[in-house]
């Protein structure tokens, strides 16, 4: 029924093939596998030599954007890939992260509109991240390392940049936060948090923010919702058939 494969460097560690196994425990002729490929070029390669989609995540995602055939209109706007389908070797480009961020809010019943955002970080994950937040009408801010990379972005969406200069101000008064950093990275002081706050992070292996936001008491969202609800939207665009949830929530103990 079909072949499919996650394709990042580093792979190994991810989730996706145990999520893919119980979405579709009883179906025969489906199977997923890890690739770690050097480089993006790479990616397509493999894609096109015995795969009917994919998944793509870190350092791929936007590489692979401007390199696939086709694209999605969403994908057109976030300019980052984590979702292709291959037919005659050409390669289509979707995004389901947003849909991630968007329904891992809706689950822990917290409203994005008119509500203060700040997003830290805006690769691949972070573009998705600021879509989903701007199109629920949330007040977003994009805190960026490289600020041009971060006004370009905010410029599509007509939301806000600042420095990480600002970070202690935005932080103290930004009503949900989400991360998209390496979940290693601190640049997050612990009395900058407040327990009114809501942090979604992008890693579901944890990290320092998650940390001392639930330290704080502040509602913590982690990134094994984002992984679970993208899974949901891709795992039946590759295939058509809806996936075993409950199966799949309890691969990751939500």
Same mark, same amino acid.
């Given at each position: 029924? @079909?072949?499919?494969?996650?394709? *990042?460097? #580093?792979?190994?560690?991810?989730?996706?093939?145990?999520?893919?196994?119980?979405?579709?425990?009883?179906?025969?002729?489906?199977?997923?596998?890890?690739?770690?490929? +050097?480089?993006?070029?790479?990616?397509?390669?493999? %894609?096109?030599?015995?795969?009917?989609?994919?998944?793509?995540?870190?350092?791929?995602?936007?590489?692979?954007?401007?390199?696939?055939?086709? !694209?999605?209109?969403?994908?057109?706007?976030?300019?980052?890939?984590?979702? !292709?389908?291959?037919?005659?070797?050409?390669?289509?480009?979707?995004?389901?992260?947003?849909?991630?961020?968007?329904?891992?809010?809706?689950?822990?019943?917290?409203?994005?509109?008119?509500?203060?955002? %700040?997003? =830290?970080?805006?690769? @691949?994950?972070?573009?998705?991240?600021?879509?989903? !937040?701007?199109?629920?009408?949330?007040?977003?801010?994009?805190?960026?390392?490289?600020?041009?990379?971060?006004?370009?972005?905010?410029?599509? %969406?007509?939301? +806000?940049?600042?420095?990480?200069?600002?970070?202690?101000?935005?932080?103290?008064?930004?009503?949900?936060?989400?991360?998209?950093?390496?979940?290693?990275?601190?640049?997050?002081?612990?009395?900058?948090?407040? #327990?009114?706050?809501?942090?979604?992070?992008?890693?579901?292996?944890?990290?320092?923010?998650?940390?001392?936001?639930?330290?704080?008491?502040?509602?913590? !969202?982690? *990134?094994?919702?984002? =992984?679970?609800?993208?899974?949901?939207?891709?795992?039946?665009?590759?295939? @058509?058939?809806?996936?075993?949830?409950?199966?799949?929530?309890?691969?990751?103990?939500?």
């Amino acid at each position: 029924m @079909g072949r499919y494969t996650i394709l *990042g460097n #580093p792979a190994k560690h991810s989730k996706s093939p145990a999520l893919f196994a119980a979405a579709y425990k009883n179906c025969h002729g489906l199977s997923y596998d890890v690739n770690e490929p +050097e480089n993006a070029k790479q990616c397509v390669e493999i %894609l096109k030599n015995g795969y009917d989609g994919g998944n793509i995540t870190a350092p791929f995602k936007e590489e692979i954007f401007g390199m696939a055939d086709e !694209v999605s209109q969403t994908a057109a706007i976030i300019e980052a890939v984590n979702t !292709v389908t291959v037919s005659d070797r050409k390669i289509k480009a979707d995004n389901c992260d947003h849909y991630g961020v968007s329904k891992s809010f809706e689950e822990f019943g917290v409203s994005l509109n008119n509500k203060s955002c %700040l997003l =830290l970080g805006i690769g @691949g994950a972070g573009k998705a991240a600021a879509y989903a !937040v701007s199109n629920a009408g949330g007040k977003l801010v994009i805190v960026n390392r490289t600020e041009s990379k971060a006004k370009y972005f905010a410029s599509k %969406l007509n939301c +806000e940049t600042a420095t990480p200069n600002d970070l202690e101000f935005l932080l103290k008064t930004a009503d949900i936060i989400v991360n998209t950093l390496y979940g290693n990275i601190d640049i997050v002081d612990i009395k900058w948090l407040n #327990p009114c706050q809501v942090i979604l992070d992008a890693s579901y292996i944890g990290s320092m923010l998650l940390e001392k936001a639930k330290n704080v008491g502040c509602t913590t !969202v982690d *990134g094994r919702y984002w =992984l679970y609800y993208q899974a949901l939207y891709c795992f039946k665009l590759f295939t @058509g058939i809806e996936p075993d949830k409950t199966a799949m929530r309890n691969v990751l103990n939500i």
